[in-house]
């Protein structure tokens, strides 16, 4: 199982150098069955990244470059009225067609294209006419959007961050990474190398195993303290949701499954809190100088964790 995720993460090192943290964290939400939020500057390998990823995993992939004039049925589809049968036919649209969908510029598109994404985000299905219509599984969304040129965009739905269970950044590539890059794309596009060195069946069952993952109840009460902590501190509007906390406990136990673990720890949750959390909290108006990644820092100080009493074997120092 291991060496399999291994052989993903070094076939998207090809094409991201230097970017490891994020590309593991990436293939978590893959293994927790969650969405991810890419948010950064432009040109720093978003949609390249994605790209590899599909084809290491051997998933069907389709990009849409969301724009404000792309329609809802762009993305679920529509129907039309076939001459010869008498009868409206189903068209599928980008989303019936892939398993890992990116959403490029997603902050781009109108409200109610942006709102199509939603029960296909939380229930994998569409309703097109009154017709309910399965997505294939696995369906993984992608979404990337730019935190600068903000000309003709818009923030995202508070209820549509919610949907996504981590969001990252990548950042630029330090000087290394920089001068690889520079040299692997003067001949050729290192994307061509990418290998599918696992099918998408095989990912469906590690999703399975990651989803059976033990964690203990002394791990679910740290969850559920720090989640009651948030909403509570003085500095927070809204705090960790429910679904933030149950996405926080599925993405601990994609965590300790990647590290070959079937329990999760305390760290295993201090680690990913930030990517699950930051962007699911909203801060009081009048609070200036504080972001949500500091309040979540100050929490993590606060509320005990679990492995300091010596409850879990083979802790990473938190």
Partial sequence: MQSQLESVIREVEKVIAGKRP??????MALLAEGHVLLDDVPGVGKTTLAVALSRAVGLAFQRVQFTPDVLPSDLVGFS????????????PGALSRANLVLGDEINRAASKTQSALLEAMEERQ?????????????????????SVGTAGT?????????????????????YEAQM?????????????TVAR???????????????NVTVKDAILDYITRLALASRAHEAVEIGISPR????LSRMAKAMAFLEGRDYVNGADVQEVLRDVCAHR???????????AEQVLEELLRKVENPDRRGLFPGMRKA
Avoid: C, H
């Fill in 22 to 27: 994020v590309i593991e964290k990436i293939l």
């Fill in 80 to 91: 039309m009225y076939d001459k010869a049968s008498g009868d409206f036919v189903y068209r």
């Fill in 126 to 146: 569409l309703t097109v006419d009154g017709k309910t219509y399965p997505l294939e599984a696995p369906f993984i969304v992608i979404a990337t959007e730019n």
């Fill in 154 to 174: 818009q923030f995202l739905p508070y209820a549509q961050l919610d949907r996504f269970l981590v969001r990252l950044s990548l950042g630029y590539p330090d």
């Fill in 180 to 192: 690889s890059l520079l040299r692997e794309r003067q001949t050729g596009n290192p994307l061509d």
């Fill in 197 to 211: 060195v696992m099918e998408k069946d095989e990912l469906i069952s590690l999703q399975w195993e990651a989803r």
């Fill in 244 to 247: 933030g906390a149950l996405f």
């Fill in 281 to 291: 909290m909203l801060l009081k108006a009048d609070v200036r100088q504080t972001t």
